[in-house]
């Protein structure tokens, strides 16, 4: 009985701070002094992402592979009077992930908090037609940059105690996509990379976790959607979200 009263405690405990998350009833600037770098972040979810952890108060660094990219987006934010700033970075590219946590370091002393969002799918049709320079292309960008660029942050965030890694997969990862196949293969991926990372790193204080947002209106999407498969989404249970808003509770509970 009593083991049965502490489980419904920590229980009402948790839905209460969900609650307090998503009516934001919630202790202000809850992730202040603290450094996020989210890759892929001038567009769409990415940045969303940012926005939200710069108005909970983090130090954001944005990024993306083109420079006016990222003026754009830091000039948007700093505009809404929010700490951002950015940096080119293909996550593809080793120099450009070092140039990503280098900046951090410099202008905030240290990495808190990685979204890695960065993701690319360059093909549409048959898994039985995808060429060996696509599943290169996909993998080499949605699934061993996302290891590597979580590599790079490591050592900044055990320096400061540990940190929090959050990688974007997708609900394709549960669903797949018509026609997406090697997508829907490294959002896959990156459950099972988030599932061991978690655990390697769990002795550094460092928490991982995979975001699985459904289909998100965003130019990233436009391609597939133009290509005639909302019948085929339908049939499978998946709804076309108009907003990013539903992401923000799951991504303050883990950033936290």
């Known amino acids: 009985m009593h083991k049965a009263g502490l489980l419904l405690g920590a229980c009402v405990r948790s839905w209460k701070s969900v609650r307090m998350a998503s009516s934001g009833v919630a202790r202000r600037d809850p992730l202040a002094n603290k450094v996020a770098l989210v890759?892929?972040?001038?567009?769409?979810?990415?940045?969303?992402?940012a926005r939200r952890l710069a108005q909970d108060g983090a130090h954001v660094v944005v990024s993306s592979r083109k420079q006016q990219n990222v003026d754009r987006a830091?000039?948007?934010?700093?505009?809404?009077?929010?700490?951002?700033?950015?940096?080119?970075?293909?996550?593809g590219k080793a120099e450009d992930r070092e140039r990503?946590?280098?900046?951090?370091?410099?202008?905030?002393?240290?990495i808190d908090i990685l979204v890695s969002n960065?993701?690319?799918?360059?093909?549409?049709?048959?898994?039985?037609?995808?060429?060996?320079?696509?599943?290169?292309?996909?993998?080499?960008?949605n699934v061993?940059?996302?290891a590597l660029m979580t590599k790079a942050v490591v050592?900044?965030?055990?320096k400061r105690g540990g940190g929090?890694?959050?990688?974007?997969?997708?609900?394709?990862?549960?669903?797949?996509?018509?026609?997406?196949?090697?997508?829907?293969?490294?959002?896959?991926?990156?459950?099972?990379?988030?599932?061991?990372?978690?655990?390697?790193?769990?002795?550094?204080?460092?928490?991982?976790?995979?975001?699985?947002p459904g289909i998100i209106k965003t130019n990233f999407s436009q391609v597939f959607?133009?290509?005639?498969?909302?019948?085929?989404?339908?049939?499978?249970?998946?709804?076309?979200?108009?907003?990013?808003?539903?992401?923000?509770?799951?991504?303050?509970m883990r950033c936290q």
């Open 74 to 91: 830091v000039a948007a934010l700093q505009g809404e009077g929010l700490s951002v700033t950015g940096t080119v970075c293909h996550v």
């Open 39 to 49: 890759t892929a972040s001038t567009d769409g979810i990415g940045l969303a992402i």
């Open 164 to 212: 929090s890694v959050v990688i974007v997969a997708s609900i394709a990862a549960y669903t797949p996509f018509p026609g997406l196949g090697p997508y829907n293969v490294s959002k896959t991926a990156l459950l099972g990379l988030g599932k061991n990372l978690a655990i390697e790193l769990a002795h550094s204080n460092i928490r991982v976790n995979c975001l699985a």
């Open 144 to 146: 061993k940059a996302t």
């Open 100 to 110: 990503l946590v280098t900046t951090a370091v410099k202008l905030h002393g240290g």
């Open 225 to 252: 959607l133009a290509g005639g498969n909302l019948r085929e989404l339908g049939e499978k249970g998946l709804e076309l979200k108009e907003g990013l808003g539903r992401l923000e509770i799951n991504l303050q």
């Open 155 to 158: 050592p900044e965030m055990e």
């Open 118 to 141: 960065a993701a690319v799918n360059p093909f549409f049709g048959n898994l039985m037609d995808v060429t060996e320079e696509v599943w290169d292309k996909i993998l080499d960008i």
